[in-house]
T-cell receptor, first 111, second 116 residues
């Protein structure tokens, strides 16, 4: 059973516009959520995280929103840049347990 | 911080052969994780170590897979009698538990296994 879902396999956005990547989860015991970014031939790189007690966390151009009642989170990238083109993984964990990843969304930012 | 190193980067092997991968974590990280990623999927958890103790193994990890972390430093992942379904990217990651929440894991670049 897939506990972390990313229903959009791909997304294309114009440079300078907002990119919104969505993620849904099923396990209500998750207490931290993370986003990772992956370029081809490299390992995933940690991007941003959010605790389940918060509903928003911001780091520069990246903001993650959490809606616990809907078991939904989203990553906003504003403004989008061509270098943001990568695969983005939503991930989640329970306390001191391993991280579970979603299938990823491939973002293309068009110049 | 020299990052997480994995060796080799690529491995092509014939079905039925044994293969071994190595991971060198960041030196001050006491947790080490192995994940496997296939095309179009996210990384799937295989196993993890805290220091030299292997604390959890996924049910995905058949008896043909074994992992070790002697002395709590580098780790090896061995696959015996490889099958074509083992073809994947094998990712190693390390972390320090008190930093994990804020900084996540640090992944290596992975070992790409192709079984022919």
């Amino acid at each position: 059973d897939q506990q972390v879902k990313q229903n959009s396999p791909s997304l294309s956005v114009q440079e300078g516009r907002i990119s919104i990547l969505n993620c849904d989860y099923t396990n209500s015991m998750f207490d931290y959520f993370l986003w990772y970014k992956k370029y081809p031939a490299e390992g995933p790189t940690f991007l941003i995280s959010i605790s389940s007690i918060k509903d928003k966390n911001e780091d520069g151009r990246f903001t993650v929103f959490l809606n616990k009642s809907a078991k939904h989170l989203s990553l906003h990238i504003v403004p989008s840049q061509p270098g943001d083109s990568a695969v983005y993984f939503c991930a989640a964990r329970t306390s001191y347990d391993k991280v579970i990843f979603g299938p990823g969304t491939s973002l293309s930012v068009i110049p | 911080d020299t990052g997480v190193s994995q060796d080799p980067r690529h491995k092509i092997t014939k079905r039925g052969q044994n293969v071994t991968f190595r991971c060198d974590p960041i030196s001050e990280h006491n947790r080490l994780y192995w994940y496997r990623q296939t095309l179009g999927q996210g990384p799937e958890f295989l196993t993890y170590f805290q220091n030299e103790a292997q604390l959890e193994k996924s049910r995905l990890l058949s008896d043909r897979f074994s992992a070790e972390r002697p002395k709590g430093s580098f780790s090896t992942l061995e696959i015996q009698r490889t099958e074509q379904g083992d073809s994947a990217m094998y990712l190693c990651a390390s972390s320090a538990p008190y930093r994990e929440i804020y900084y996540g894991y640090t992944f290596g670049s992975g070992t790409r296994l192709t079984v022919v």
